[in-house]
């Protein structure tokens, strides 16, 4: 069986790295666009096809920072209870109390 071959991560600055070269490849498209220089429609292709690639990056980054940002974050050891947890065993316990002390 194959072993899965993994990139590297994006950071957050890799992401506006991204980002930031997606503006400048629009920008250049636009001169590109108000020229009449002979070899234009060809770098506008090329342009376009590494904006494409640059997009399709970003696309997978945001994807995981989502599914990351989704994800509750952990206790800060394993046996700590959450205030969640801490709030329902009060409520159970609570209730299990009252229901002693009634009769």
Not at 47 to 73: H, Q, T, W
Not at 89 to 103: F, V
Request: charged fraction near 25%; aromatic fraction near 4%; glycine fraction near 10%.
């Amino acid at each position: 069986m194959g072993v899965r071959i993994r990139g590297p991560r994006l950071s957050q600055g890799d992401v506006k790295q991204l980002m930031l070269s997606h503006s400048k490849l629009v920008a250049l498209d636009r001169t590109l666009n108000g020229t009449n220089w002979a070899g234009r429609d060809a770098c506008r292709i090329l342009v376009g096809e590494v904006d494409v690639f640059i997009c399709e990056l970003y696309n997978k980054a945001e994807r995981a920072m989502m599914r990351s940002a989704e994800a509750p974050a952990p206790a800060s050891s394993p046996g700590e209870a959450t205030e969640q947890t801490r709030a329902a065993a009060e409520e159970y316990l609570g209730g299990i109390g009252k229901k002693l002390e009634e009769p």
